[in-house]
């Protein structure tokens, strides 16, 4: 029986490199890689290798026409894309006079559009060269290689040296631009920004996709890597192969530049010079992608952004602001410091259920230390009630509301489900979101007349506790653990999406416990 499933026909028309790492070697693999058919027509037989180019033998034009017929007459081609054309002068005149007009999409690097820019301006009276240092320079650039005649372009920033600042300052100046942003650490993502490096620090690389009508800036950190060789090629092949699927031109450019971007970061090594892309990384199916210099916490980004309005909704509730500002009532203070202490029991007993399940040594030191932690915890509640007037056989006769028994429940659960994976996922939500609380208060109160009162602020204490180092470096090693099980035990389809259900319960009922203490339920 045939399958039902297609698989889109892209060609390629570029040289041939032998050693496997650019021209059609390259996009072939990309065009399998994303599921697609793929056929070439070579122009151009090369000797060459990761250290250089050593000859060309072009193709002769009449079989090269007689490879493009053979291929369009039996195939049914989706996209094409171009590579090496080899007749520089003519290609050159001929791609911009003939071509452009009826491309999609062209891709030209800074000396690519330098040269086309260049040589159009030298034919005109008054003519100068074409330079581009700036990201207002690439965007430039972008509208006037686009009045040349393609639908689209896509200028790659790879050669010009940026940072975020530099997107920053642009997009808050330029409200119609669009900015996506890859491997980027976004809002409330303080408990990774402190254990990473900070990217605001870091060159960055902007590609510019200019449409008639719009203009989007894809962001991603620049990767210092000698695995480069055929990363044009690899980039155009993967635009052409999802573009034939039907995506939009934005869509095609993100899957492009991600794969891109992956490819270079798990390079392994090949040859002597600057080796080839990792064009396999796509080929194993992992939901989760392993660690990388560049994202060392992938799992937690994910986790982050699959529930990512819940999760902001709960960093940034009214309740933390009030609290931030010294304005919250004191009644709601009291009641979430009385129902945050008959929670912690509910969390201790889970952590407890994870000392079961644990079957190494090292893990279950992990879960018994947090234990103690949480005893630890439980005497800061103590003091701040007492500090209230309220003792500790009032705590203990304080009567749990419907949100703290809801969450405490639901924590035993997942615990009694027998996956112990599953329970971390459960358990991560509270360690990791406390955490992300106190950091991003803490950096709130550093700006410039900050909306965050600390002097005379009598919950200054809690603020405190939950930036400081020792909570910090229990969020830290609660950032590991979740890595290291996805690294140990990678998560197929339905186990990654129970994970995420549990995390964005987890996170939405930890908004219900700021939202029960302000009486909005």
């Not at 399958?3 to 065009?31: C, E, H, M, N, R």
Request: glycine share 6%; hydrophobic share 40%; proline share 5%.
């Amino acid at each position: 029986m045939e399958s039902s499933k297609v698989y889109p026909a892209v060609l390629t028309i570029a040289g041939s490199d032998p050693s496997g790492g650019a021209g059609i070697q390259a996009d072939l693999k990309a065009f399998t890689a994303f599921e697609c058919y793929g056929t070439s027509v070579i122009t151009a037989l090369t000797a060459q290798n990761t250290t250089g180019v050593q000859g060309v033998h072009p193709t002769p034009p009449d079989f090269l026409e007689q490879q493009l017929k053979s291929v369009l007459d039996d195939i049914p081609i989706q996209g094409i894309k171009t590579g090496m054309l080899y007749d520089a002068e003519n290609t050159r005149r001929t791609m911009v006079e003939e071509l452009f007009p009826l491309a999609t999409l062209v891709t030209p690097n800074k000396p690519e559009a330098e040269l086309l820019l260049s040589r159009q301006q030298q034919a005109q009276p008054n003519g100068t060269s074409c330079t581009i240092d700036t990201l207002e320079d690439l965007i430039s650039v972008s509208e006037r290689l686009l009045a040349l005649g393609p639908k689209a372009v896509l200028v790659k920033g790879g050669h010009v040296s940026l940072t975020i600042m530099d997107v920053q300052r642009l997009s808050a100046a330029r409200p119609d631009l669009t900015v996506v942003l890859e491997n980027v650490l976004g809002e409330n993502m303080e408990i990774l920004q402190v254990n990473e490096t900070d990217v605001s620090a870091r060159p960055v690389v902007v590609d510019v996709l200019r449409e008639r009508e719009q203009v989007t800036l894809f962001v991603s950190p620049r990767i210092e890597s000698r695995s480069t060789h055929g990363t044009g090629c690899t980039l155009s092949a993967v635009l052409a192969a999802v573009l034939s699927k039907g995506e939009s031109l934005v869509e095609a450019t993100r899957q492009a530049t991600v794969f891109t971007h992956i490819g270079i970061e798990t390079a392994f090594p090949m040859g002597k010079g600057h080796g080839p892309l990792n064009h396999m990384h796509a080929l194993i199916p992992k939901i989760v992608p392993p660690p990388t210099a560049g994202n060392p916490h992938p799992l937690t980004r994910i986790l982050i952004q699959s529930a990512k309005q819940t999760w902001n909704q709960y960093v940034e509730h009214d309740f933390v602001k009030q609290l931030a500002r010294g304005t919250l009532p004191k009644e709601c203070f009291l009641h979430f410091i009385k129902q945050d202490y008959l929670y912690l029991k509910y969390y201790a007993r889970a952590y407890g259920l994870l000392v079961a399940k644990s079957s190494t040594y090292s893990s279950i030191q992990s879960a018994t230390q947090t234990i103690v932690n949480i005893i630890n915890e439980v005497a800061t509640h103590k003091s701040f009630c007492a500090k209230w007037g309220i003792t500790e056989a009032e705590l203990a006769a304080t009567v749990e509301s419907p949100s703290t028994t809801a969450y405490g429940a639901y924590l035993l659960d997942i615990g009694l489900q027998g996956d112990s994976a599953k329970l971390i996922m459960a358990l991560a939500a509270c360690l990791l979101g406390y955490g992300e609380v106190g950091l991003w208060l803490k950096k709130e109160a550093a700006k410039p007349d900050s909306w965050v009162k600390l002097d005379g602020n009598v919950y200054l204490r809690w603020i405190e506790d939950y930036s400081e180092e020792h909570y910090q470096s229990a969020v830290k090693l609660g950032i590991d653990t979740i890595e290291a099980l996805a690294v140990a035990d990678p998560p197929n389809t339905h186990r990654f999406k129970e994970w995420c259900a549990i995390w964005e319960k987890c996170t939405r009922l930890e908004k219900g416990f700021w939202d029960a203490s302000l009486n909005l339920l």
